[in-house]
């Protein structure tokens, strides 16, 4: 069995990054889409260029990502950002 407390850093922090989006309603992580995801249509159409651009560019800086939608699901109100960390016990 593993001991994630010593060995294999990358397996826990993927670990953390899954039972954080878990907890992040609607969130995703960056590792797991592909760039065309970015270019789809959501609720409230597409993703501005300057946003795209942005995750595009510091993607792999980040692991998990937001969007806010407003309530009626046809406005994108903004992007949250989140950076995971786990630490040995």
């Known amino acids: 069995m593993l001991n994630l407390k010593s ?21 995703s992580r960056t590792g797991e889409l592909s760039v065309r995801y970015l270019y789809k249509k959501f609720s409230f159409g597409f993703i ?11 993607g792999r800086s980040f692991d998990l990502f937001r969007l806010i939608i407003s309530e009626e699901g046809d406005n994108l109100k903004g992007i949250e950002i989140y950076e995971v960390k786990t630490k040995k016990r």
Do not use: M, T, V
């Open 7 to 27: 060995d294999n850093f990358s397996l826990r922090g993927k670990i953390g990054e899954l039972i954080a989006k878990s907890q992040i309603p609607f969130s």
């Open 48 to 58: 501005s260029s300057k946003q795209r651009e942005f995750l595009i560019k510091n």
